[in-house]
């Protein structure tokens, strides 16, 4: 008991200090199988060190389409896509194209793709690998192209700043080093490794659920808003109509839905703009305006 209590922690040590995750989960199978530990036991270290060794990875641009694709797919089932206006549709990808061509990441596993929700509701959605959607409702909030571009390089920004995967990969972590606890318990009380791994899934799939409904952190926030500056204003866009739909939405949102829900107020995020458009040149928004009348005559 004293021998396997020493060779628990011993494997505890290594993999929260994340040194030699792949070495520790061979040790483990290598301690149950010439009877230094008992199996379980040697299974539930294995799982846990390679958990963390997981979390631990560097996510390929085809793993952040692919989880990007899942966490869309969850958007999708509160929301529909609304294709009553492919002109539109088109349109604001070519928005999007302008702003992504003239950014530090225009190149993504499978392309950049904005599609509209057919919704009332102001809101829009960034997630790995390329997928934008924005509502109908945001749509009818801007009036100029210019600040459809704001809330696009918003989403962009979001995208190539990688909010999303940083949030997952911190969360993978942490859930590594829950799988830890639980594997070290579960080889006490019987568990088998295929317990430990479906829990290990089931909190994986809750936190794309707490990525979509509790939105980023006020500081990654603020940070899309001035990358987003930026990217319009390498696209020839107007920084300063971020900061026009910023006003927009302070006028028209509430606090329970929305970006209202997900995102700091829109004063907050004009004080915090406010402070970044000086550094970028004016430009005149006139010469897009008839083409933003044409473009949004029937959203």
Not at 1 to 7: A, C, I, L, P, Y
Not at 113 to 120: V, Y
Not at 215 to 223: A, M
């Amino acid at each position: 008991m004293k021998v396997r209590t020493v060779f628990l922690l011993s494997v505890v040590a290594f993999s929260i200090s994340l040194v030699t995750c792949n070495t520790m989960a061979a040790l483990a199978d290598v301690a149950g199988a010439t009877g230094a530990i008992d199996r379980n036991t040697a299974n539930a270290i294995s799982q846990s060190a390679r958990a963390i060794g997981s979390a631990t990875e560097e996510i390929t641009p085809e793993q952040e389409y692919y989880i990007g694709r899942a966490v869309a797919a969850n958007i999708l089932s509160s929301y529909r896509i609304w294709n009553g206006n492919a002109a539109l549709t088109a349109y604001l990808n070519n928005i999007c194209y302008a702003i992504v061509i003239n950014s530090p990441r225009p190149n993504v596993f499978n392309g950049y793709r904005l599609a509209i929700l057919d919704s009332n509701e102001i809101n829009a959605f960034a997630t790995p690998g390329g997928h934008i959607l924005v509502t109908r409702g945001l749509i009818n909030a801007a009036s100029s192209e210019d600040a459809l571009a704001g809330v696009i390089a918003h989403e962009v920004a979001h995208i190539q700043l990688q909010h999303s995967i940083k949030s997952i990969r911190n969360s993978r972590f942490l859930n590594a080093i829950v799988v830890t606890g639980v594997s070290a318990a579960g080889a006490v009380a019987g568990m088998d490794v295929t317990q430990l791994t479906a829990a290990f899934n089931e909190s994986v799939g809750e936190v794309v659920q707490t990525m979509v409904t509790n939105g980023y952190s006020q500081t990654q926030e603020f940070e899309a808003d001035n990358t987003a500056m930026s990217l319009m204003a390498g696209a020839g866009y107007n920084p300063s109509g971020l900061i026009d739909m910023l006003r927009a939405l302070g006028s028209v949102q509430t606090t329970g839905s929305g970006f209202g829900r997900t995102h700091p107020t829109p004063a907050q995020r004009i004080a915090n703009a406010e402070r970044t458009v000086r550094n970028y040149p004016v430009t005149d928004i006139s010469v897009r305006q008839a083409r933003f009348a044409a473009a949004t005559r029937n959203r």
